[in-house]
């Protein structure tokens, strides 16, 4: 499989931005992707972005692609507790493959 | 509310036992997902279905059997585990068409197997 790194955790404070951060390997990965995965739940498609676009803004989140350095990082802005969870992103470089990284788990200080 | 619908929620079955976990999609996806995956740790495949056709096993052991009696329906049996078999049992569908096909996947089933 492919190696999709990821910082282990993530500290904030409620209110603050969180910043998650995400390397892959395959440069041929049409479309990258970031999944939230609250205790006890599935993982839930939160957003997606294109290999053509460096940039995507939906509401809170904001998706960064640097292509060149094959980096992906996730931004929250206005960080709530209800955003503490584990975070994955993921690249698909074929139609049914998908690599996931190995997840960044978020905590948000009330 | 997921649209990729996974029962039961929780399974608990000893080493001898037979079970069975159910997933059911209606989003009209072709591409159906088994996936396991241990406490903090991402999803690890183990089989992809595509048109209702096995097209990826992980080298899993044969003591997990998949089965996809219809493009709705994904159907997992288990037989004769162990203990470190236990884990949550994620099932995803994918449009797999050209274009953005991401996984959406199910809540899962927590299987704990004694």
């Known amino acids: 499989g492919e190696d999709v790194e990821q910082s282990l955790f993530l500290s904030v404070r409620e209110g603050d931005s969180s910043v998650i951060n995400c390397t892959y390997t395959?440069?041929?990965?049409?479309?990258l992707y970031w999944y939230k995965q609250e205790p006890g739940a599935g993982l839930q498609l939160l957003t997606y972005i294109f290999s053509n676009m460096d940039m995507k803004q939906d509401q809170r989140l904001t998706v960064l692609l640097n292509k060149k350095d094959k980096h992906l990082s996730l931004r929250i802005a206005d960080t709530q507790t209800g955003d503490s969870a584990i975070y994955f992103c993921?690249?698909?470089?074929?139609?049914?493959?998908?690599?996931f990284g190995t997840g960044t788990s978020l905590t948000v200080i009330p | 509310d997921t649209e990729v619908t996974q029962t039961p929620k929780h399974l608990v079955m000893g080493m001898t036992n037979k079970k069975s976990l159910k997933c059911e999609q209606h989003m009209g996806h072709r591409a159906m997902y088994w996936y396991k995956q241990k406490a903090k740790k991402p999803p690890e495949l183990m089989f992809v279905?595509?048109?209702?056709?096995?097209?990826i096993n992980e080298s899993v052991p044969s003591r997990f059997s998949p089965e996809c009696p219809n493009s709705s329906l994904l159907n997992l049996h288990l037989h004769a585990l162990q203990p470190e078999d236990s884990a949550l049992y994620l099932c995803?569908?994918?449009?797999?068409?050209?274009?953005?096909?991401?996984?959406?996947f199910g809540n899962g089933t927590r299987l704990t197997v004694t």
């Open positions: 395959d440069s041929s990965s049409t479309y």
């Open positions: 995803a569908s994918s449009g797999q068409g050209r274009g953005n096909s991401p996984l959406h």
């Open positions: 279905y595509s048109y209702e056709k096995l097209s």
């Open positions: 993921a690249e698909s470089p074929t139609g049914n493959q998908f690599y």
